[in-house]
Every structure is written in C-alpha cells, then in structure tokens.
DNA sequence: CTGTTAGCGCGTTCAT
DNA sequence: ATGAACGCGCTAACAG
C-alpha cells in the first residue's frame, strides 16, 4: 500500500509538460491548448487524481469548510438544524464539520481547538450547559473567523445570533394553561446559565403576573436538564401538600419523562394535571396523551445561521456589523392540556 | 480584519531565531534549551498561536481525521452510531469529519470526493437506499485509505464490516408473533438493494417456514422506506379481504406508521393486529401501545466500526486482512403484541 | 543545542 | 500557450 496519491507532477512527467500547465488544464484556465487539455484531463481520469485540498487551503489560506458544534445530536433538534444550515452552505460550496462536545465544557474547548487548527473559516455553534466562559470561542474572533451562535447563546459576545423567542413562547405555553382553567402552574426550568432558559423563565412569570396568579416559589424548580432529576423533581412537585394542576417543562423530554412518572401514578392528564413542553420533539405527536409544546422553526435556525455566517463570509472588508435574528414560535395544543384538541398536528 | 495568524517565523523573528528552534519547542522536542522553550512557549500564547494542521497534514502525508457517512441522522440510530465511533476514535487521537448523504447517491457521490480531496485517512460508511454503484468507495481502497461499511454494507467490496444479525433478528420477531397465537403475519419490507432488509425478508420466511406456516406473497410488500408509501401499504394490507393478523415491519418508523394508521382504523392493538419493529427507537417505548421491537448495540456498532477500521490504520504495512463484525439484537417485547408484557424495557 | 535547507502539492506571478 | 520559480506553514535531515 505505497499510499501516493496521484499529483500534478505525476501527470506532468507522463505528458512532458510542465507542471504549471497541468494546473492550468484542470483549473479551467482559458490560456491553454485544447487538446492540451484534453490529453490531461483524460491522464487525470485515469489515474482518479484528485485536488488536494490541503494543499490548496494552505496555499489560499482558506478552507471553504466551516465548523458546526453543537452539545448533542441525540435528539431531533440539532441534527435539524445542522441539515438546514448545511443546505445553505453547500450551496454556497462550503463544506461542513460537525463536532458535538457531549454537554462537557472540556470536549467544548478541545474540538474549538481543533476547527481552528484545521482552519475553518467559519464556525456555527451552539455551547453547552456548563460553558461559563467563552474565551475558546473569543480566540476565532480574534482571528478573523466569524462566529455564529444559534439557540444557546454567549450574550456578552458581539457576534450574529439566531434564536427563537423563548419568552413569547413560553408566555403562550403558560396563558394557554390559565386559559384552559390551571392556576397551580409548576415550572420545571432550566440551568440558570442558559439564557434561553432564563428567557422561558421570565415568559412563565410574566404570564402569570399578567393573569393576576401569585407565583408560588416551591413550583419553580431549576435543574441540570438530565432525565433523572426531572425524575425526581416531578415527583417531588406531585408530593407536595398542594401538588401543581398544571406543568410547564423547559422541554419536550423533560415534559415526557413528567408525563411518565404522572401516568405511573395514577393521575389523569389533563385532568388532574396538565402539561406543556417546548421544542415540538417529535416524539409528542405520538405519545399517549400527545404533548402540547411550543413548536419552533428548526430547519429556519439552521438556514439563518448559515445565512448570517455567509454574510460575515462575503463582507470580510467592509466589516459588517453582526446581526442578531430573532424566530417565531408556535402553540401546538395536544391532549397533554385539553381532552380533545381539534389541531392535532 | 487582517486574517494572518500567528506563524512560528513571527514567533522566530521577535525572538531572532531560527523558526525550526520555535517547531521544537513548540513540539516537545528534548533537544532544545529550557530557557528558549519558556520563551518561545510564552510569546506563542501571547500572539494566540495556533499550530496549522493543515500545513502539518500536507507534509506528513496524514491529517488523522476520519470521515463517517451515513444516509440521515434524524433518526437515533445513526447520530449514536456516529458517538460510538468517536469516542474511540478521539481516544486514539483522531479527528471525525461527518457527513450526511441525505439518502441521496448523487449527495453521496459528492461528499466522498470532498473526503478524499480533504485527504481523509479512513471512512467509515452506511450508504444510501439508492446506491448500486460503489465506484466512489472503491477509489479509497484504491488509493490505500481504509474503508469500514456498517448497518448497510457493500457486499462486493473486500474491506471490513459491521453489521448485526438482521436475520435472527427478523427470525425472533417473527417467532414471537408466531408463539403468541398469530398465522397470518404480514411483512413491510425494505427495498431489495439493501443487504439487511433481505437478511430480514429471509429471516421472516425462514421462521415461518420453520413452523409450518405457508408464505403468503400478498403479505409480503417491499417499499421503499419512506412513511408516505407505509402508510399506503399499511391501509392495502388492512383492506385486503383476508386482512393479516399481525404485521412485521422492517424497521421502527415504519411499526409506528402504521401502529399509527391501525388505531385510526378503530382496530385494537394487539387483540386485532400485532406489530413488531426492529431497531428499538426510544420513541417506541414511549407510545401507546408500547412497541415490541428488535434492539441492536447501536453505540457498539460504531465502536466496533472504529475498531475495524483503527485496525487498518495502524496496520499499513501487514496489509491485514478486513473482519466482519456481526453483533447479536435482542427481542424486546411490549405492549403491540402482548397484552402485559413483563419485561417492559 | 541551534541554524540551514529541502520539500509536502498546489496556484500564481513573471518570463518566454 | 507554456515553463521556471516562488511561497503557503511546517517538520525533518543535515550540519555545525
């Protein structure tokens, strides 16, 4: 296995011809003989050259490929939006990485690390739950890669951003509950950290402020997004003197893993209990009762970023300042909150 | 944005000396004074200098990066397929670069030139529901880079493989129906180009034949996977004047459809219709009823995959052999064939 | 211990 | 229309 890979040079010494002009001939350059070229192209297919790229973005200093981290892609959200932002990319003839860091702030800066020691032009990421500090990030900047970020969100970096409105979304998930009669509505959130969680947060107490409900601080409960403490948590929620009628889940997950625990004990949904998740998984269009949830745009997120790299992409001179891009969400009524909801979807 | 980074002749020049005293510092090398490797390593983390992998990859012919391939990764399997592999890959210090073909030959085509252009130093592969020819994989093995298939494998090349026993799997699922009181089992089948679906139709004949039950070709319907024509094919089969008594679907998106479609139709699963999947997505345990399903190892598979193919790598000049992994599935009973299952998982 | 030189594969001047 | 020479950033072989 001599592992050479056919060259320019090889090509060039089978046809007596300068490098340069093999070159030429493959590039498409207008100012070389035609049958030149043919007989090169012909040498070419026959020996399955193929360009090498590393050759080239050394040369170029550029890759054409851009890097895509994300903490998971387990589930049906990342991979998502990782396609949508691939559309766009490819379209535009870049290539794409794809790392995830497995919610470890380590593995985080370690692929950062390697897509810019691999020399992405361009990175699309979204960070995980432990990521307090964002220097690993700050470092492409610094070097004139642009960043994007999508759904979890460095606030303090001046960067283009794609995010849904989680406040709006949870403010419907939560008005939808008064409106259908809840007035003990628990919130399972998530990590004080991630500001979309903050976000759904403050959607949650805001609707209830609006409706006149007091928030009861024993229904909030922050937590590390984890199946087994959502676990626990439910059931700590359904143990108290006076249990919740209702519950707002930070996700579709953890709205699930609820609905489990709720039916293992007994309890009707929606009747004794409601619930409402975010994200529209699709899992909770098939779950018994289906969940309601807050449907956001996921293929839209993943164009968007790519749309906002490209701009940053194209305008490396003129220094476009970034730009933040804020999606709509969705209200998606299943049997989790009303006994029988007419836009099943 | 000027977008040079930091090379060791800037490091070099402001400490005036030569850049190949600043690549042994920067590499460990022991022969190398301890004051100049301070120097050095200090002022290359004060100008943020990042080694170029690429200039690196060119010289040593090597960029240990891996690709992976799959046709989706919307569903589980692949994404943890995908984390399987990595872990072991990182271990050995590789890099992964993914790549969905989105079921696409032509996608496919262009993503395994795009590897080998980015001079990759494995792959590994499932390909897609419409590829009959592997010419583009056959240019790798030519050219010395080892390819690893899984879970849809190639069976005319000569490299290694990962694959589970999809015939004792459909053979278990189809006794179970069998052993539960059903005779008339209907098969959803994949199409006929992908190896495993026809391990599974041979398994599913296989068992019938084995307790004595006449195949019934109208039972039997090959498709092409997509939840459209399942849902078409699951109604046909519900029509028919004899309707089936249980149903054999090859995989578990297509079970769902069609647990779906049954249950519109007013029909009670199990006591009318069985149904059995294969591939145990976590969705199947969370509907209703539960699905009874095959697992498979799916982490291990791609750490198996990475095995096979860290076994090539390493290898290069023993010219080992390649290995064909078959790992075992596991029935999974639930509720969508048996009224209480025992072992709900 | 350190500097010099060569070369990985390619595109791109600048000549001819 | 073609060739020679250079350089992208780095490591390695060879001299000191």
Chains 1, 2 share one sequence.
Request: glycine fraction near 6%.
């Amino acid at each position: 296995m001599s592992r050479h890979l056919t060259t320019i040079i090889d090509i060039a010494k089978q046809l007596d011809i300068s490098k340069s002009t093999v070159s030429r001939a493959l590039t498409g350059h207008p100012n070389v003989n035609e049958k030149t070229r043919q007989r090169v192209l012909e040498l070419a297919e026959q020996l399955d050259y193929q360009r090498n790229q590393l050759a080239i973005s050394l040369l170029t200093n550029q890759t054409r490929t851009v890097g895509i981290m994300v903490p998971e892609f387990i589930s049906f959200f990342f991979p998502k939006v990782i396609i949508g932002a691939q559309e766009v990319l490819a379209e535009a003839g870049y290539n794409v990485v794809i790392c995830h860091s497995n919610e470890s702030y380590e593995t985080e800066v370690n692929n950062a690390k390697a897509l810019l020691a691999s020399r992405v032009d361009g990175l699309i990421v979204s960070h995980t739950k432990e990521t307090r500090n964002f220097d690993h990030f700050r470092v492409f900047q610094r070097k004139g890669v642009p960043v994007v970020f999508f759904n979890r969100v460095c606030e303090d970096m001046n960067v283009s951003k794609v995010t849904v409105d989680d406040y709006d979304g949870a403010f419907k998930a939560v008005e939808h509950l008064i409106q259908t009669g809840r007035r003990r509505i628990a919130h399972l959130a998530g990590p004080d950290s991630l500001p979309n969680s903050r976000s759904r947060l403050n959607g949650y107490r805001d609707a209830l402020r609006q409706y006149g409900i007091p928030e009861e601080p024993e229904l909030v409960i922050s937590y590390d997004l984890t199946l087994e403490k959502a676990n626990i948590y439910v059931n700590h929620l359904l143990n108290l003197p006076q249990p919740p009628d209702a519950l707002f889940a930070i996700n579709d997950p953890t709205a699930i893993e609820a609905l489990d625990v709720i039916k293992a004990r007994g309890l009707r949904i929606p009747d004794d209990i409601a619930i409402v998740g975010f994200s529209n998984d699709p899992i909770s269009a098939h779950i018994e009762p289906g969940l309601t949830t807050i449907g956001q745009p996921v293929s839209e997120i993943g164009q968007e970023a790519a749309n906002l790299l490209m701009e940053q992409l194209l305008d490396k001179e003129e220094n476009k300042p970034p730009r933040t891009v804020v999606l709509g969400t969705q209200l998606i009524v299943r049997g989790s909150t009303v006994r029988n909801p007419d836009n099943r979807v």
